[in-house]
């Protein structure tokens, strides 16, 4: 076991390099599927368990440099008296990244970004009534800038590890104006036509 580990850790760390001139073109794209942790570690059915999953767009605009536009879903769960009440975030979201460190030939990044996001946050999927009360919080529209920190490593060619950390404010959230988002994802580059 710790042989097939030690393999597998050389493969990554240091089988990256003849591949790495693939990414991070000008004009080269790719689509990225993502989710993890929101506001922290809970179980489900423990009051204020959350997680959030995503779907994203990215364009590079240098080596650098790129844009994310993404279709965003923060969900989460509060308990009250033996029930869970939903709070549904979905936001469409748009991001600019700069490489902060890291090196494309040694196939890892660090960039930072910030953009603004802006959706729907449904609480108790609209409905204003649980176990006979009524809930204070009203679903509403909701906007705000975030801000992320975005971890790349390159598995091949074309494949890229995400890891990332997201705060979001959003301005007229009834529940919280502040989400905080952990979690990885699945970056493929998309065929282009460029020479690069």
Known sequence: ?????CLLFAL?????GAVTAQVHQAGQSAFELSAGALDGFKLPKQDNFGYFSALAYSRYTSRDSYWKASFHLNQKFYAYDQKQVPVSQWLGEATYFTRALGLINRGWMLNIGGGVAG???SVNQDGRVIEGALIG???NWVVGPTLAVEWEYLLTG???LTARVQEYYLFRSSIT????NLGLGIKFILPTDSAN
């Open 177 to 180: 104006p502040t989400r905080f």
């Open 158 to 160: 074309k494949t890229i």
């Open 12 to 16: 990554l760390t240091f089988g990256t």
């Open 1 to 5: 076991m710790k042989t097939t580990l």
């Open 119 to 121: 959706g729907y946050e």
């Open 137 to 139: 919080n009203e679903s």
